[in-house]
């Protein structure tokens, strides 16, 4: 069975930064496309980025294009999201994803397309 536990989660100030990391047990995460989705209090999970299996290409929403970079490291069966110049709209519980593909493809964006998911760590930051 698959499991996926994020951490690196914590408030910060506007112009901050944070890693997020998700560890995953029991499944070909080399094989597997992953993601990261947030979810804001009162609104709907959305896509933030996704990475294929071998690490490219990569895909990101347009809100954190430039500002978050999404990696992996296959040996060690982690996600990675990396976030700078952080901004209070950025606020949510962030939740890496498996993909049930080895690539994102074009409609990477739905939530539908992933398989399993973790618990998610909440990210707040502050004006």
């Known amino acids: 069975q698959v499991q996926m536990v994020e951490s690196g989660g914590d408030s910060v100030q506007a112009g901050g930064s944070l890693r997020l990391s998700c560890t995953t047990s029991?499944?070909?995460?080399?094989?597997?496309?992953m993601a990261w989705f947030r979810q804001a209090p009162g609104k709907e999970r959305e896509a933030v980025s996704c990475?294929?299996?071998?690490?490219?290409?990569?895909y990101y929403e347009d809100s954190v294009k430039g500002r978050f970079t999404i990696s992996r490291d296959n040996a060690k069966s982690t996600l990675y999201l990396q976030m700078s110049s952080l901004k209070p709209d950025d606020t949510a519980m962030y939740f890496c994803?498996?993909?049930?593909?080895?690539?994102?493809?074009?409609?990477?964006?739905?939530?539908?397309?992933?398989?399993?998911w973790g618990q998610g760590t909440q990210v707040t930051v502050s004006s």
């Open positions: 994803a498996a993909r049930t593909s080895g690539s994102c493809g074009g409609s990477w964006y739905f939530a539908s397309g992933y398989s399993t």
């Open positions: 990475i294929s299996y071998g690490g490219a290409p990569t």
């Open positions: 029991g499944g070909a995460f080399d094989r597997t496309a």
